[in-house]
């Protein structure tokens, strides 16, 4: 990720590279304000501004989606075509690989038919749930609700 930031013609600075190099592990799909907060201990002098266009700047070079889920915008290093499932309890959010998201002339035609015009990019699914921690947390709840 760092080498093709720098080929976009990205000035590097140590407080960029370290955002880079952590975001590019971190497959929980972090906020700006997330990764700002995890920054901050070891750079205290950190902005959140800094934070935010790195992030901007990843993803305007096609290294990073966005996905917005409510207000907050979560960015994401996975570039592979990918869906999300997401857990309604805890927010957390899992990657499930897609062989392709472009989206076939079926649903396209669907689409036209409710928003005239609309031109479509590609298909995105979610997946709402629970994850497994808070399915055993609900499981164990339910179960002690009972006894
Ligand atoms: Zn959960
Ligand atoms: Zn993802």
Do not use: W
């Amino acid at each position: 990720m760092l080498t093709s930031l720098k080929q976009k013609g990205l000035r590097m600075t140590p407080q960029r590279a370290a955002i880079v190099r952590l975001f590019a592990d971190d497959l929980t799909h972090p906020t700006a304000q997330e990764l700002f907060e995890r920054l901050r201990e070891t750079f205290p002098t950190m902005s959140f501004a800094t934070v935010y266009n790195t992030l901007d700047a990843l993803a305007q070079a096609g290294l990073s989606g966005e996905i917005r889920i409510g207000n907050a915008a979560r960015f994401d290093p996975n570039t592979a075509p990918h869906h999300h499932a997401v857990c309604d309890s805890c927010g957390t959010l899992i990657d499930i690989p897609a062989p392709s998201l472009t989206p076939p002339e079926a649903s396209v035609r669907r689409v036209r038919k409710v928003a005239p015009g609309f031109s479509v990019a590609r298909v995105e699914r979610l997946y709402r749930g629970q994850c497994a921690p808070c399915a055993k947390k609900a499981a164990r709840t339910f179960h002690k609700q009972r006894s």
